[in-house]
């Protein structure tokens, strides 16, 4: 099993930053991939970003060039970082995990709220 907890979420205006920090417990070293989804109200949950171990990185189009993703493998941490945000990256984060086996096993954080006013 793999425990997630995120923090750093918050309210903040329209073209500030916050950093979001996700720490994993459990069997951590089974760990894959690690990343953020969000997910606002009324609509489905969405990837922004995710790291591999190796530190491969994805992000989602629209937060490409404002959001940066990082990882400290020792910490078994991963961290977002969002710049100029937007009031349309009003969301409750949820931090997520998956591991090498059993293979397609995922986990998912309570998640953090994130709110953006213009």
């Known amino acids: 099993q793999v425990q997630l907890v995120e923090s750093g979420g918050g309210v903040v205006q329209a073209g500030g930053s916050l950093r979001l920090s996700c720490a994993a417990s459990?069997?951590?070293?089974?760990?894959?991939?690690m990343g953020w989804y969000r997910q606002a109200p009324g609509k489905q949950r969405e990837l922004v970003a995710t790291?591999?171990?190796?530190?491969?990185?994805k992000y989602a189009d629209s937060v490409t060039g404002r959001f940066t993703i990082s990882r400290d493998n020792a910490k078994n941490t991963v961290y977002l970082q969002m710049n100029n945000l937007r009031p349309e990256d009003t969301a409750v984060y949820y931090c997520?995990?998956?591991?090498?086996?059993?293979?397609?096993?995922?986990?998912w954080g309570q998640g953090t709220q994130v709110t953006v006013s213009s």
């Open positions: 997520y995990a998956d591991v090498y086996v059993p293979r397609g096993t995922e986990y």
């Open positions: 459990g069997r951590t070293f089974s760990i894959n991939v």
């Open positions: 790291i591999a171990r190796i530190g491969s990185t």
